[in-house]
């Protein structure tokens, strides 16, 4: 199993482009999550799927969209990157049925730049 | 709301040194509580957990006990060594299974 694979790994993008990151896992879990990692502020929540069809926002939901396109894919869109967009995105997933086995996976991460 | 706070770093100790992490949170509810470590150029792996009051997890020699009364997961380890130089998290889950992380604590560990 890959696990939760991220797509692309870098990407530098000029302010006012927009791009889509995308997000897969083959786990058969049915949460999701989109954090960005920034120095000295460790991980924020962006968005969050709690099941196939839902999404709620997070801490820092501005100038982001997701789509939780089937139980597999969970993509991150930003319509108009900016600079303050610059930062490491991570996409993690987990089963939670009630069970005991409350485990995050996480993605290696996109690196992204906004000049 | 929900926060993690945790010391902040870089910590720099020898080989076979004595570790600990601070970690308090603000949550409603009863949360559950990780460690997470980030090895570098890698996502985040489970270190441990603990899901109630006066549980301890533990792994790998590391070990933190969830107290209800300060609101605290402290990571403690008796001998560190060089492989664990990481980035060390720790976080709650709360009531509607939303993860919070804290700032991270940077581990540089020293032959």
């Known amino acids: 199993n890959a696990g939760v694979t991220q797509t692309p790994k870098f990407q530098v993008l000029k302010t006012g482009q927009s791009m889509t990151l995308q997000c897969a896992q083959d786990?058969?879990?049915?949460?999701m999550y989109w954090y960005r990692q920034d120095p000295g502020m460790g991980l924020r929540l962006i968005y969050y799927s709690a099941s196939e069809g839902t999404t709620d926002k997070g801490e820092v939901p501005n100038g982001y969209n997701v789509s939780r396109l089937n139980k597999r894919e969970f993509s991150l869109r930003l319509e108009s990157a900016a600079p303050s967009q610059t930062s490491v995105y991570f996409c993690?997933?987990?089963?939670?049925?009630?069970?005991?086995?409350?485990?995050?996976?996480f993605g290696s991460g996109t690196q992204l730049s906004v000049l | 709301g929900n926060s993690v706070t945790q010391m902040e770093g870089p910590v720099t100790l020898s080989e076979e040194a004595f570790l600990t992490i601070n970690c308090t949170y603000t949550a409603t509810g009863y949360p559950s509580l990780f460690w997470y470590v980030q090895y570098p150029g890698e996502g985040l792996q489970l270190l441990l957990k603990a899901t109630k009051a006066d549980d301890k997890g533990s792994n790998k020699g590391f070990e933190a006990t969830y107290r209800k009364e300060t609101t605290s997961f402290h990571l403690e380890k008796g001998s560190v060594q060089v492989s664990d130089s990481a980035v060390y998290f720790c976080?709650?889950?709360?009531?509607?299974?939303?993860?919070?992380f804290g700032s991270g604590t940077k581990l540089n560990v020293k032959p």
């Open positions: 976080a709650l889950r709360d009531n509607f299974n939303k993860f919070y």
């Open positions: 993690a997933s987990i089963k939670f049925k009630g069970s005991a086995n409350e485990k995050l996976f």
């Open positions: 786990m058969n879990h049915n949460s």
